[in-house]
């Protein structure tokens, strides 16, 4: 199971707001042979849904989940911000 701590949740529900993305809209985190890289993208049948403050702001594919088993999601403010 995938964990989304309340810091990553609102930090993605942000990025969401300032790309102005439409309701159906959330950031996908797409695996492949460099890693996760995001983008945004509708939910699709089979995919696990991160609401935040009622609003969907991650989803992940079936491979991404088994990729990220057991794994938190979390951000921190860094010197850089």
């Known amino acids: 199971m995938v964990t989304v701590t ?5 930090y993605m529900a942000q990025l969401v707001a300032h790309v102005d993305a439409q309701e159906d809209r959330a950031i996908r985190l797409i695996f492949d042979e460099h890693g996760f890289a995001p983008k945004m993208d509708q939910a699709r049948e089979g995919d696990t849904a991160f609401p935040y403050s009622g609003r969907t702001v ?18 921190h403010q860094t010197e850089d911000g």
Do not use: E, I, K, P
Not at 64 to 73: F, G, S, Y
């Open 58 to 75: 991650l989803v992940l594919d079936t491979l991404a989940m088994q990729v990220m088993a057991n794994q938190t999601l979390d951000v």
């Open 6 to 10: 309340d810091a990553a949740g609102a």
